[in-house]
């Protein structure tokens, strides 16, 4: 069965919607507190070690209410179901979107159990050593060659794992970029390395390329049948990876009812698993999969990736906000927002409706950040006083992984102070000086969760694929495929072709043409 599709904007609730944002426009966020000191326990959900706060938003009752009808006008309820019951809700690319099912503990598929056990054993010879490179010296570095969906989520976990790590220490080579390439290998030795190449595709040009630098490079000091030792692969594309030389029992697979962006939970995070242990990736999985289960069977009300993409639609539809931020309180999650960045935007930047029509209303959304406190010194002034308005999410942990109390409690006196000075600015004070005037009325959600833990990871990064999930399904798009990224892939095949021959005249665009010229020019 097809996903519902319903126009948002022709639904009664978005119609009211409309009306209650006229009424609602300018009503302050910090008068609404003083009329009912209440708002911030009726607006929160308490959910296993997280505590979500959405009552610092420029919401009542009424568009909450309204909220929750415009999904199930649309047919939310629906949707999520389909989703999980497998049906080929990716239409245009014919595939069923399953990434929960790589942590549905309840009922694993037999080949994601098989799959699992795969890199559980393999992973284990890697840390204990027992997995041998070519002068039968242990692994002490592994380096993940793949892009997109195969880079920002491995990379973004051991990064935020780092807590959680072992010996082994993770690379990542994804950038085309020549000089990044050299720069890495010239740090890693052959003999002790080990490189994964993540493409589920197998005909990505970047990864192709860079693992054919690789290779190349390995055989300066290795032989041919060293190969095998240092070299595995994770495609979906058992055929193109052995033939680019990487031995059967060296291939982990991926399926096709995994989008590359979602991947990370399946043999994608292979490095992950290398690097933190297979407990704690499947702490991960489990982490991710109670979330599922919360999304699924919770009530609109109390569910959390509900309520937040509810949230961003009232801004991005309503008040037409043209992004917004995410800011993790936890240099851990330093690669967060690149990683969400490709997971929403990818998703969600489409201008065609289900039905095959230009929507005439605003799609996905433009995430950007960083981590705390280092963006209060960035680009804070612009969230404070700039006329943009920017919903923003604050991610915050109470109890730090290491034992320096005192500058956690320096780091969470921030978070909490940022939210308040964006909400309540400098209301009902007495400023004379126009330069030090905070409108406040900015709004924010707290998401504040115990600990950074395998589990907690799981669990937040699973909420902002539901909650992208939402969005799509209100917006009347595909959110799974991603024929953004093709033409521009086509074109460079042109473009390099006429770099390689020196024949700039066969570019169709004269601007293109002059630049390549240049470009030949420059370089000789
Ligand atoms: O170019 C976009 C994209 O197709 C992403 O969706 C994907 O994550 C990335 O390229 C890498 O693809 P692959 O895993 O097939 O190499």
């Known amino acids: 069965m097809s996903l519902p599709s319903i ?9 009211a919607l409309e009306k209650h944002f006229q009424q609602i426009e300018s009503q302050e966020m910090q008068q609404v507190f003083l009329e ?16 979500v706060d959405y009552s610092k938003n420029r919401i009542t009752e009424k568009t909450i209410s309204l909220l929750f009808k415009l999904a199930e006008e649309v ?24 990434h929960t099912a790589l942590r549905d503990f309840d009922n694993m598929k037999p080949e994601v159990k098989a799959a699992l056990q795969k890199i559980k054993l393999f992973s284990e010879k890697i840390i204990s050593g027992n997995h041998k490179g070519y002068t039968g010296k242990a692994i ?23 807590f959680y790590r072992n010996h082994i220490k993770i690379h990542f080579i994804a950038n085309i970029d020549g000089d990044d390439v050299t720069e890495k290998l010239n740090k890693l030795n052959p003999e002790t390395t080990l490189f994964i190449v993540v493409s ?27 190969i095998q030792k240092h070299f595995v692969a994770v495609s979906a594309n058992e055929k193109g990876a052995k033939e680019f030389g990487i031995s059967e029992d060296n291939i982990f697979p991926m399926q096709d009812w995994v989008g590359g962006r979602f991947s990370l939970w399946s043999s994608v ?10 407990k704690n990736f499947e ?51 330093n690669k967060l927002v690149p990683y969400l960045q490709q997971a929403v935007m ?21 995430v950007w950040g960083n981590v705390g406190s280092n963006s209060q010194h960035a680009y804070f002034q612009l969230l404070h006083q700039g006329t943009k308005l920017i919903p923003t999410d604050f991610i915050g942990f109470s109890e730090p992984l290491h034992d320096n109390i005192e500058n956690h409690n320096i780091l969470m006196a921030n978070f909490f102070a940022q939210t308040e000075a964006l909400c309540e600015g400098t209301y009902n004070k007495k400023v004379e000086n126009p330069f030090k005037y905070f409108e406040g009325n900015k709004p924010t959600n707290t998401i504040l969760i115990k600990k950074l833990t395998p589990k907690n990871l799981g669990s937040l990064i699973a909420l902002y694929e539901h909650k992208l999930f939402v969005q799509g399904i209100i917006w009347n798009i595909f959110s799974f495929d991603q024929w953004g990224v093709e033409l521009g892939k086509t074109i460079a095949k042109g473009t390099l072709a006429t770099i390689e021959k020196r024949e700039p005249s066969a570019i169709v665009s004269a601007s293109t043409q002059q630049l390549i010229n240049k470009f030949l020019e420059l370089k000789s």
């Not at 047919?75 to 399953?98: C, D, M, P, W, Y």
């Open 283 to 333: 702490e991960l999985l489990k982490g991710a999969f109670e979330m599922d289960n919360h999304f699924k069977k919770e009530d609109f009300e109390k569910n959390i990736p509900v309520v937040l993409a509810l949230l961003s639609i009232w801004y991005n539809n309503f008040f037409k906000a043209e992004s917004e931020a995410v800011v993790a309180y936890s240099q851990y999650l």
């Open 200 to 226: 589920k595709s197998f005909t990505t040009q970047e990864t192709i390329a860079n693992a054919s630098v690789v290779r190349e490079w390995f055989l300066k000091k290795g032989a041919e049948n060293d």
């Open 75 to 98: 047919k939310l309820k629906e949707a999520i179901t389909q989703q999980f019951s497998g049906e080929k809700i990716n239409e245009t690319e014919n595939r069923a979107v399953l």
């Open 7 to 15: 126009n948002p904007t022709k639904t009664e609730a978005w119609k």
């Open 36 to 51: 009912n000191p209440n708002r911030a326990e009726r607006f929160k959900i308490e959910w296993q070690d997280f505590y």
């Open 346 to 366: 990818e998703s969600n930047g489409k201008s065609v409706d289900r039905n095959g029509e230009k929507v005439n209303y605003q799609t996905g959304t433009i």
């Open 140 to 162: 002490t570095d592994i380096v993940n060659i793949g892009i997109g969906g195969s880079h920002l989520g491995p990379e973004m976990v051991t990064e935020a794992l780092q």
């Open 269 to 278: 995070g292979l490095s992950v698993c290398c690097a933190v242990g297979f």
